[in-house]
């Protein structure tokens, strides 16, 4: 069934949709169906700004809010949150079961096709999770699939996941993140990434919408897809457009002057507490799963592994005195308006098993810095002051507050003439290559979950095969991650999660110091907005309606 089917991906790309130019109006009602065009979706079109940046469309690459955001509109998954829903469903599956405590099995709903024609059967869910694993990119999601042993397509409609451990209580939800997006094998390539443009020349797409214009980072025209079958339901709205901003303050201006419909992902926080008082436009709040963080490269950080003055007792102190050093209210309130508050542990408050590890470890013990903990700490250890530290973030990914944040950071660091701060930054782009090239000793990060359970804030970072490509390994820690996604007894399994945030707290792999919420300035003829930010932190554009 798959060898057949391969023979034929290398000609997919040829038989391609024609990109069509791209549509700005805000308001346009053209209806394409009398054309041939999609038939799904209500009238109108919607225009959504953002200055969130893609990085690669194809699933296997990329593991950020920005390329994820474009795969929700049009990849299919097996399993989705529905509006308003933190629980996954079946999507274009018909059922999806554990049947044998290492085996999950799902059924595809017959008929199924991709917008190119394609047959989307079990076929294209083995390779699309066996490609995850062989590429294994070290900016994509892969490291999520680490109870994976193999994918069996037993017919067209079944495939069974055998997994490595009994009981996994998470591997339901992995579905449905970015490790789930199902790819079309005959668009695809099996063993390394896909450029966009093969991706939106071949329409291999079969989620509430295809892209039928894309110019990266700039603008994206989405048409709703009349076939998809899934448990988002047909889109709303038939046409949305995607323009991307390289400044807040022009989004701001677009918003208010009604040139677009929705702005998400980023304004800053004096932007919203201004737009709150606009008539014109309306400011939705969604679930505050986000969270931001310092992550410590332990090869190239001062005294890491691969430095010429290596010493892991003094790398150590280096981090235990940053951590002593941040002042998150300060972050909080200076900067971010109170919109993003502080957070002392891995998981962020409102989930099971969070708690406030960092708290008492560190600072002044009540949440406050503590300069005089910090230099006690380095002197221990013997490590000389001022301490040289590279620290990098994006200026284009995290919102427009990301500077300020980071010359916060920065004056909290050296006030007390402890360290000396090389602070840089760049393009998210380029950005994410670096870190995980090791040529940031400390540097950004934000996270918003893919899935409503701590453990997406703990297997994605402190595995020893981690997404964050850092270097740290602890080996209690990694057994303790998978001991928990195994463990059925809700009781026991929280106590495991609350003991790796005490271990994780010791060892400061990251600091994580701020979580906040999501927020979308919309026009007041915008509707669905509220559910497209509830929807388990996705923002899909198919609830939205003018």
């Known amino acids: 069934m798959t060898s057949a089917r391969n023979r034929r991906r290398v000609l997919a790309t040829a038989a391609g949709l024609t990109v069509a130019a791209l549509v700005l109006t805000a308001c346009s009602g053209k209806d394409d169906s009398a054309d041939g065009g999609p038939t799904g979706g ?6 959504i700004g953002t200055t969130d940046k893609v990085t690669t469309l194809d699933p296997a690459g990329s593991y950020d809010n920005g390329s994820f955001a474009v795969m929700n509109q049009v990849f299919p998954f097996l399993l989705n949150t529905p509006y308003g829903s933190p629980d996954v469903e079946p999507d274009i599956a018909a059922s999806a079961e554990f049947t044998a405590p290492t085996e999950y099995t799902v059924t595809l709903k017959p008929g199924l096709k991709w917008a190119n024609g394609n047959d989307l059967t079990s076929s294209d869910v083995k390779f699309t999770f066996d490609r995850q694993l062989a590429i294994a990119d070290e900016n994509g999601p892969s490291s999520l699939l680490y109870n994976l042993e193999s994918v069996e397509a037993k017919d067209d409609t079944t495939v069974v996941f055998h997994l490595k451990s009994e009981n996994d209580q998470v591997f339901p939800q992995i579905l449905s993140s970015p490790a789930g997006p199902i790819v079309d094998e005959e668009v695809f390539a099996a063993d390394a990434l896909t450029p966009d443009a093969d991706i939106v020349k071949g329409n291999a797409f079969a989620g509430q919408y295809v892209i039928t214009s894309y110019d990266f980072n700039n603008l994206v025209s989405y048409e709703a897809y009349a076939d998809y079958q899934g448990v988002l339901g047909a889109a709303k709205t038939k046409e949305v457009n995607v323009k991307y901003y390289a400044d807040s303050s022009n989004l701001k201006l677009d918003i208010q002057q009604g040139n677009i419909d929705v702005a998400f992902r980023s304004l800053t926080a004096t932007d919203i507490e201004d737009l709150r008082g606009n008539d014109a436009v309306q400011v939705v709040d ?21 430095t010429p003055e290596a010493d892991p007792a003094k790398a150590l102190a280096v981090r235990q005195a940053v951590a002593d ?18 957070l002392y542990s891995y998981v962020p408050a409102g989930l099971t098993g969070a708690t406030e590890s960092l708290k008492g470890l560190y600072g002044d013990g009540s949440g406050g810095a503590d300069a005089a903990k910090a230099k006690e700490r380095l002197a221990a250890a013997g490590v000389t002051t001022p301490v040289k530290l590279g ?4 200026n284009d990914h995290y919102g427009p507050s990301s500077a300020d944040e980071y010359a916060m950071i920065k004056d909290q660091l050296e006030a007390d003439g402890l360290f000396s701060v090389d602070l840089q930054t760049t393009e998210w782009v380029q950005y994410s290559k670096d870190r995980t090239a090791d040529v940031y000793p400390a540097y950004q990060l934000g996270w918003f979950p893919d899935y409503s359970d701590a453990d997406n804030y703990l297997t994605p970072f402190f595995l020893t095969e981690n997404f964050l490509a850092n270097h740290y390994a602890n080996q209690e820690v990694n057994d303790l991650i998978l001991q928990q996604a195994v463990t059925t007894d809700p009781a026991e399994r929280t106590s495991v999660i609350e003991k ?20 979308a ?4 003829d915008v509707q669905g907005t509220q559910d497209t930010l509830d929807a388990s932190f996705k923002f899909r554009y198919g609830a939205l309606s003018k």
């Open 42 to 47: 209500g009238g109108g079109t919607l225009t």
């Open 286 to 306: 969604g679930p505050g799963g986000e969270i931001r963080y310092i992550t410590f490269n332990f090869d190239t950080q001062p005294y890491g592994a691969k």
């Open 325 to 342: 050093l941040i002042d998150r209210d300060a972050i909080s309130e200076q900067v971010y308006k109170g919109t993003y508050t502080p």
């Open 391 to 394: 620290l990098q973030y994006s």
């Open 500 to 519: 790796i945030q005490d271990e994780v707290a010791a060892d400061l792999s990251t600091v994580p110091y701020l979580q906040g919420a999501q927020v």
């Open 521 to 524: 300035v919309v026009g007041k």
